[in-house]
């Protein structure tokens, strides 16, 4: 289906005006990416408190590693908080969605367009400056030109992963009147899977082994294994990227497909 552009654009502006409303949201959410930043960092910097001077520890992170991977990943957390699912379950709750229906646009692409401008402020008046001040405050790994490419193009794929993600949860609205126990199970649930509270190198191996096979891991642990060149060569990288870019195109395929399923749910109800 040719899918005319210019017909989401108009969504797009209208997110980052709303943003601009509340450009006080953006204070809080720094302040408390920080915060927990520095809760898990200084714990795991405690843990690696031992390990020699340019050694690794356990799951062969250095210090300094371990730091990167914990901190990135609060940042991610951050661009993955687009709050797809909050306005979706509350579109539907209202009734709100119902007028997309005579709008000659795709809901699902209405909300992804929507959410770019969120994704991109949180990027830059968040994750930025939480960065640069830790930066200040403990050492960093310094990634390779080629390393930090791959992580751009992984951390794109992580985005798309989380708006499927959150979309899903989203549209749970259609069968339940409230989605807030939906949505924290998920918040819970994908922190753990994607490793950003543990990093899955540190986790048993079934445990691993089934973070492996869900898509949570291609939001956090895959694009960090990228950034921190822990990966086996290009083959190792290519990997990686296709699990992500296979993970997109799956859930895509899922939303359109739930997604039609409760359009004919409310097509039904409303008649």
Excluded at 86 to 98: L, N, Q
Excluded at 163 to 187: D, E, S
């Amino acid at each position: 289906m040719n899918v005319r552009v210019g017909r989401y654009v108009p969504f797009a502006t209208g997110g980052l005006q709303s943003l601009l409303q509340y450009r006080s949201m953006f204070v809080v959410t720094g302040v408390t990416a920080a915060a927990g930043a520095a809760v898990t960092v200084f714990l795991w910097r405690a843990v690696y408190a031992g390990s020699p001077d340019g050694g690794t520890g356990p799951g062969g992170f250095t210090p300094a590693g371990i730091t990167t991977y914990l901190l990135v990943a609060q940042v991610l957390q951050v661009l993955h908080a687009n709050r797809v699912d909050d306005e979706v379950a509350a579109e539907v709750y209202r009734g709100d969605v119902a007028v997309l229906l005579v709008r000659p646009v795709s809901y699902p692409l209405v909300r992804l367009f929507a959410c770019l401008p969120v994704v991109a402020a949180n990027a830059v008046l968040v994750g930025v400056p939480v960065l640069v001040l830790f930066s200040f405050l403990v050492p960093l790994t310094t990634p390779r030109p080629v390393d930090a490419a791959l992580f751009a193009v992984s951390t794109t794929l992580s985005v798309l992963i989380a708006f499927c993600v959150n979309l899903l949860t989203g549209m749970t609205g259609f069968v339940t009147t409230n989605t807030w126990g939906v949505r924290m199970v998920k918040q819970s649930v994908v922190a753990f899977f994607a490793g950003q509270l543990v990093p899955i190198a540190l986790m048993p191996g079934p445990l691993a082994a089934v973070a492996h096979a869900l898509p949570f891991r291609g939001m956090v642990d895959g694009p960090l294994t990228l950034l921190l060149g822990r990966y086996d060569g290009a083959g190792g990288a290519v990997a990686v990227l296709a699990q992500q870019a296979g993970w997109v195109v799956g859930l895509s395929v899922l939303c359109a497909v739930l997604w039609r399923a409760a359009l004919g749910r409310l097509e039904v109800l409303g008649g």
